[in-house]
C-alpha cells in the first residue's frame, strides 16, 4: 500500500498547496485523481514519486517509510508516464531506453535482456525495438514510459493526463493496456480531467478542491451523488446523464453498456 500520512506541502515561492492530507492506495486499485486546475494533483504526485518532499508528514510504502527516498529508490515500485512521455527520453533506442532502469538497478545483462524483452512484449513495442524514441508518435511515446516501468517491475503506474489530446482510438488502445497490465496485478493511478475514462474504466476517484480532499469513492457514486460534482470543476459524462435520464435501464458507466442496456430495456438486441 502506498500511503500519505497527514501531508502538508508549500512550494518554495511560498504558495501553499497541501494541508493534513490523507491518502491511501491499495494494491489493484485503478485510482482517478482529478479536480481543478491547481488543486494539487501533479503535486501529489510528485511528492508520492519523490520529485518534492512534504513539508510536514510522512510517506509510507508497505508500511515503510520512504519519505526520504530519492526518485530512483522509489523506481523499484513505482513508475510514472509524463503528460509529455518525450521529457523522460534519452536513450537512442527504444530498447535502451526501457533497459535504463534495470541496468541502473544492477541487473546482469541476461536479467536486463530479460526484463526488456518482457516490458516490450507486454506493451506491444517489440517491432519498435530498434526505433528512435524522440521519432515516435504520442502513444508510442506513452507505451515506450510504461514500458520503462514494467522492466523496473513496478507496483504502482502514475500516469498524468494520458488522454489529453488523444483521439478516441488511441485513448481506447492505451486504457485496453491498462486494463490487461491492472488485471495482472498493476495499480493505476491516473491524473486527469477526462470523465468518460474515469466512469468507464477506473474503481476509485478522488477529487481535489480548495481544502483538499473533497470526494473519494467510486466513480458512479460520484457522478449520481456528489452534491459540489461541478463547483469541482468535473462533470457528468454523456452515458451517466443518458442513464439517469432513463431510469429504468440502471446506471451505465459507458456508451457501449448504455446502448445495450437501452436495446435490453426497448425490448431489442444488441449487436
Ligand atoms: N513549481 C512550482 N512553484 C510554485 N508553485 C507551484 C509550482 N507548481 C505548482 N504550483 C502551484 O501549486 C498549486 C497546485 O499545482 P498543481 O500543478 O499540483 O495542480 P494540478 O491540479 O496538477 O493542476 P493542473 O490540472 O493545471 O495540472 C497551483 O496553485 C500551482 O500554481
Not at 93 to 117: I, R
Not at 124 to 149: D, F, H, M, W
Not at 150 to 169: F, N, V
Not at 171 to 180: D, E, G, H, P, Y
Amino acid at each position: 500500500m502506498l500511503e500519505m500520512r497527514d501531508v502538508a506541502f508549500s512550494y518554495k515561492n511560498g504558495a501553499h498547496v497541501l494541508e493534513r492530507l490523507q491518502l491511501q492506495i491499495h494494491p489493484g486499485e485503478w485510482l482517478a485523481l482529478c479536480g481543478r486546475n491547481g488543486s494539487g494533483k501533479t503535486t501529489i504526485t510528485r511528492l508520492l514519486m519523490g520529485l518534492e518532499k512534504p513539508t510536514r508528514g510522512r510517506i509510507f510504502y508497505n508500511g515503510t517509510d520512504i519519505t526520504a527516498q530519492d526518485p530512483a529508490q522509489r523506481s523499484a515500485f513505482l513508475g510514472y508516464v509524463f503528460q509529455q512521455p518525450e521529457r523522460q527520453m534519452f536513450r537512442s533506442t527504444v530498447q535502451e531506453e526501457v533497459a535504463y532502469g534495470p541496468q541502473q538497478a544492477g541487473l546482469e545483462a541476461a536479467a536486463v535482456q530479460a526484463a526488456v524483452a518482457e516490458a516490450l512484449a507486454a506493451t506491444g513495442l517489440t517491432a519498435l525495438a530498434t526505433a528512435y524514441p524522440l521519432n515516435l508518435n504520442r502513444s508510442e511515446k506513452q507505451r515506450v514510459a510504461i514500458a520503462s516501468a514494467l522492466a523496473m517491475k513496478t507496483k504502482y503506474l502514475i500516469l498524468d493526463e494520458p488522454t489529453s489530446g488523444q483521439d478516441r482510438q488511441a485513448t481506447r488502445q492505451l486504457m485496453a493496456l491498462l486494463q490487461r497490465l491492472n488485471e495482472n496485478g498493476l495499480t493505476v493511478i491516473l491524473i486527469t480531467h477526462d470523465m468518460d475514462v474515469i466512469a468507464a474504466y477506473c474503481s476509485r476517484v478522488i477529487a481535489l478542491g480548495p481544502g483538499g480532499i473533497c470526494f473519494d469513492g467510486t466513480p458512479e457514486s460520484l457522478f449520481t451523488t456528489c452534491e459540489e460534482l461541478y463547483e469541482l470543476g468535473l462533470r457528468r459524462p454523456d452515458c451517466v446523464r443518458l442513464s439517469l435520464a432513463v431510469p429504468q435501464v440502471g446506471y451505465c458507466k459507458s456508451m457501449k453498456e448504455f446502448t445495450a442496456a437501452l436495446c435490453r430495456y426497448a425490448g431489442g438486441k444488441t449487436q
